[in-house]
């Protein structure tokens, strides 16, 4: 008879399937069943073999130590003790390199060597050694611009079309002392705004020419016209429609 018999006669007699001492040992039943035919190649090597053998033997009630010793006579005997020493030796000796301190008398003479050289150069080269001029260099007075109808280009003509150019703009600021609505228009009819403005807000409009705005409340805003303030449109309450015109329009 060997072990796995004595395994599986011991299973049989407490009343225990395959399955159950599966559950009970966590291992599994294919490699249960040929343990207890004896067959202990799918273990995975003897250390396995022997694990296996001391967990089934504690669950059926046999003794372990007396299974796993003659597990070890069928297969070859208790494996020799190794030595760590045998373990951890190394193959080949290694060689620690001793630490030596700095060899000051050499880096003395290299500087040393240094600072000779560097004065049989600075002897040998003359005078100082030149410095760059870092002064700024200086900067061109401005040329005064032409005089005007000189050149249809110059800076003088380009500003004149420039102040032609803002002379044919009206620019509307309304501050709302209440909420109000009103209605802006260019001087050709198209609508710019047509909303209502918030107690304490401030809008600016700007159009060419000239511009239409009738306000819901005259005088519950205050205006300033090309920068310059000209008061309330009307009175408390009093729907008005103002009209204002770019300076250069007005001369024409």
């Not at 007396?66 to 003790?81: F, N």
């Not at 429609?241 to 001369?251: F, G, L, Q």
Request: charged share 25%.
């Amino acid at each position: 008879m060997g072990i796995g018999s004595d395994l599986a006669d011991a299973r049989r007699s407490m009343g225990m399937t395959v399955g159950q001492l599966s559950a009970r040992t966590r291992i599994r039943e294919v490699l249960i069943q040929a343990i207890e035919r004896n067959d202990f190649s799918q273990c995975g090597g003897d250390f396995y073999a022997r694990g296996h053998i001391r967990n089934i033997a504690k669950i059926v009630g046999l003794d372990p130590e007396a299974l796993v010793h003659r597990y070890d006579e069928q297969h070859g005997g208790v494996p020799l003790p190794v030595r760590a020493s045998s373990v951890f030796q190394a193959d080949m000796p290694l060689k620690i390199r001793e630490r030596r301190s700095p060899n000051w008398t050499t880096a003395m003479a290299v500087a040393l060597g240094i600072v000779v050289i560097f004065g049989v150069v600075r002897t040998m080269g003359g005078g100082d050694t030149p410095v760059a001029d870092l002064r700024p260099m200086p900067v061109p007075a401005a040329q005064p611009p032409p005089p005007a109808g000189s050149n249809p280009g110059s800076p003088r003509r380009a500003s004149s079309l420039a102040e032609e150019r803002r002379r044919d703009i009206v620019v509307l600021e309304v501050r709302a002392k209440r909420t109000s609505w009103l209605d802006v228009q260019d001087a050709g009819g198209r609508r710019i705004f047509s909303g209502t403005l918030a107690a304490g807000r401030t809008s600016t409009w700007k159009a060419k020419a000239g511009m239409k705005v009738t306000f819901g409340d005259g005088g519950a805003v205050s205006l300033k016209v090309n920068g310059k303030s000209v008061g309330t449109p009307g009175r408390r309450g009093q729907v008005v429609n103002r009209s204002y015109e770019a300076p250069a329009t007005k001369k024409r």
